[in-house]
Structure formats: C-alpha cells, structure tokens
C-alpha cells in the first residue's frame, strides 16, 4: 500500500548511512522532498533486478515514453503526457544492489534528485520507496517549497509505484540483471578490465 509523506524536512546535517561495501554513503535528499512506498510480492533481488532495467520503464509508466543509454551511469528520459514530451539526462550518483539508488536530474529548469531504496518485508516481498526533490532555478524555485506541488507530484508517483507493483508481480521474476555497484558516479568494478577492452558495460537492460 502507497504511502504519501508530502514535504518532510530533514535533518539539517547531511543523513549518513554504511553501505554495502562498510563505507559510508551520502544521501542526496536532505531538504524537503516527496516520498512514495509501496510493497511488492516479490524478493528484494527481483525488484531491485527489474527496477534497474530502466528501458522496461515505458511497459508499465503512464509517463515515461523512452529511456536512452547514453553512458554507462547517465540515460536519457523521455516524459509524455498526450501530445507533450519533456527529455532529460539523469547520472546515477550511487547505486549498491538489492539496496540503494540514487540519481540527480542534468536538466538546468528544474532539476532534480531522487532516490529509491529496498528493503525486505516480514512476509518476504520488498518495500519500494521512492523520494523525489526538485531543483528548481530563479522565480520556480520559490513554488517548488509549496505543499500544492508536493500534492502534484505525490499521486503521479504513487500510481507509478502501483503500476510497478502490478507489472513486477505480473512477471515474478526480473527481465535483466546489474549487479554493480556506483560511487560519485563511477562505476566500481572488482577487477580491472584488460587494457585492450573498450567494450562498455550498460547498466541497464
């Protein structure tokens, strides 16, 4: 079930956490941002699997149109409603399997962070939560600290989040597979690539 938490404000300090790897990971979000959760039937590895095959997205959106692979940690997105589209570029800033995604927006008005975290249930699905901030520049910035956009974007992403449900449920396993992990937008890899190798490696399906 979707839970909507409007405008929260976070702490002041920037919210620190152990990563995967024991080092510790700077969260993006610590002003006032959107956040979304919904629980899935299916096991952490499944959706955190299927989540990260971002070209899957436009199956089960009701807003996004198309992903792009542009570099290995920055796509391209586009959002449609009726006639309109609206395209962006967004880097993954940090990413650790079956837990934790960040990313940030490259557009200049408005831009934006997010991230999505996954976390298991007592039953043995996942919870999927979703926060949203935007970034807005010059006269947007002032409407962006408005609960009235907060109340705009809060059921566009807790439909996304039920759609997402339906369609990783529907499924029961993930179509694809990234097991990396990111930091400060690079990919980590565990053992260097040969010399000779320029092959990149999406993290996508």
Do not use: C
């Not at 976390?119 to 408005?146: E, F, H, N, Y």
């Not at 992403?157 to 339906?166: D, I, P, S, T, V």
């Amino acid at each position: 079930m979707a839970r909507e938490h409007d405008l929260q404000q976070a702490d002041p300090d920037p919210a620190r956490t152990t990563a995967s790897d024991g080092g510790t990971r700077r969260r993006p979000l610590r002003e006032r941002h959107v956040e979304e959760t919904v629980e899935v039937s299916v096991p952490v590895r499944t959706a955190y699997d299927q989540w990260t095959q971002f070209k899957t997205f436009p199956r089960f959106s009701t807003v996004v149109r198309d992903v792009e692979q542009l570099r290995p940690t920055v796509t391209a997105w586009t959002l449609g409603y009726g006639p309109l589209r609206h395209r962006f570029a967004v880097e993954i800033v940090e990413q650790d399997p079956d837990a934790y995604l960040a990313w940030r927006g490259l557009e200049q008005r408005p831009s934006h962070q997010g991230e999505v975290e996954f976390r298991p249930t007592q039953g043995g699905g996942t919870a999927v939560t979703v926060r949203i901030l935007l970034r807005p520049q010059g006269a947007m910035k002032a409407l962006a600290g408005s609960p009235r956009v907060a109340r705009l974007i809060a059921p566009l992403l807790r439909r996304e989040l039920r759609n997402f449900k339906a369609f990783i449920e529907g499924l029961g396993q993930a179509g694809g597979a990234w097991r990396s992990t990111i930091r400060n937008g690079r990919v980590q890899h565990d053992d260097p690539e040969p010399a000779r190798s320029r092959v990149a490696h999406w993290p996508v399906g």
